[in-house]
């Protein structure tokens, strides 16, 4: 039965609507959080700095003293003791005195600023045991002061639910002491690719047989996403076999990916797998180029995606339909590429339907690949592409010049 194709929305509305976010949490270490979701928010029980601290190294003192100081009638303190990062001084400061403070250092009691070391003489001792500095000028209250909780305050919101701990909120994490953070469970994703002419990197090429690109293309995608696939496979093209292989898979995972056997050949086999499962089509063929016999079903209300075999086919789904499905499992909003308008740098001789092409985008314009070198079964030419073009239906060439939707990679 031929299906009619649906536009790649409602595609992926499909998708979407037919997977649950991971709803599973589990309370890891801070040295495990990056790259997790956060999954519930993280106040602050501390403030940062959680002392008012020296930005500088210098004197501090109080600024009261040296209310009167000028270059004509400086004002002499009295050094009275060191203190270094990481030290606390504890005695309260008493007038004209100072202490000499490194960067990080705690403001001593008594003192509310604190001047730079090269702007005071010292006139008595040496950097070592300073004894009297001259201040020759007047300074506020509070000047090179960083008062506590500056940075952030007990109580703040660190990380709010649902949100991707980067290495920035991994910094922020740790400024507050947080040791440890409730996530979000990883998805578990199967990856196989199916073909009876696919064999691995490695093996002798036999008459007839291709180097499997999709796993690696795949994986590669989803380890660079931080989502690396939890099972996957090479499966031949029998259905009693990868039939047998997805009923376990299932069991195991949150959504299925899979790489050929989905167009109209004979050896298309998930028109075969699906039945032998009980598991629901939702649609097959989508009304784009490249990989429109992409399919997707359920299985054990499992989602799989099933996608065509060609490399660039494979590539482009992926982007246009994994990764979506991967972004609603996770709410990983990272995931959401950035769209936006450029100017074609070369011509697309051919029209017809919706296209997305590999691109290399710089300076707002859009370079293709040379013609000849579009087809869904090349890969090669997409090395230093950066981005998808997608060619809205046509019913002439598009031409240099023309403004195009790119999606960046
Ligand atoms: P299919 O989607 O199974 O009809 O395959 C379409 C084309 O893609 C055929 O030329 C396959 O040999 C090729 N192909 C399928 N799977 C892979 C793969 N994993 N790696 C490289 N090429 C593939
Ligand atoms: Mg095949």
Known sequence: ?????????????????????????????????????????????????????????????????????????????????????????????????????????????????????????????????????????????????????????????????????????????????ICQVLVYRRPRIALYVTGDELCFPGQRLQPGKIYDSNYWLLSGRMKEMGYPPAIAGLLPDEPEVVAEELKKAVEKVDLVVTTGGVSVGAKDIFHQVLPLLGAKQIFWRVRMKPGTPAMFSLYQDIPMLHLSGNPFAAAVTFELMAVPAIERLT????????????????????????????????????????????????????????????????KVPVTAGHLVDVILL
């Open 331 to 394: 709410g990983d909003e990272r995931l959401n590429r950035k769209r936006i308008r450029a100017v074609l740098a070369s011509d697309f001789n051919k029209s017809g339907g919706r296209r997305f092409l590999r691109g290399c985008l710089k300076d707002g314009l859009v370079m293709l690949p040379s013609a000849g070198k579009h087809a869904s079964g090349m890969l090669f030419s997409m090395a230093g592409c950066n981005c998808l073009v997608e060619i809205p239906p046509s």
């Open 1 to 177: 039965m031929r299906k009619t194709e649906i536009q790649l929305e409602e595609a992926v509305g499909l998708i979407v609507e037919n997977i649950q976010p991971v709803a599973d949490v589990e309370t890891v270490s801070l040295s495990e959080a990056m790259g997790r979701i956060g999954a519930r928010a993280v106040y602050s029980g501390t403030d940062n700095p959680p002392f008012a601290r020296s930005p500088l190294d210098g004197y501090a003192f109080f600024s009261e003293d040296v209310k009167n100081a000028s270059g004509k009638k400086p004002v002499k303190l009295q050094v009275v003791g060191t203190v270094f990062a990481g030290e606390w001084w504890n005695k309260k400061l008493g007038s004209n005195e100072a202490v000499r403070i490194m960067t990080g250092a705690a403001i001593p009691p008594g003192a509310d600023c604190v001047v730079r070391q090269e702007d005071v003489i010292l006139t008595e001792g040496n950097l070592e045991k300073p004894a009297y500095v001259e201040i020759n000028r007047a300074m506020g209250a509070y000047e090179n002061y960083c008062f506590q909780g500056e940075d952030l305050k007990k109580g703040d919101l660190l990380l709010e639910e649902g949100r991707y701990i980067g290495w920035v909120e991994m910094g922020i994490l740790a400024s507050a002491g």
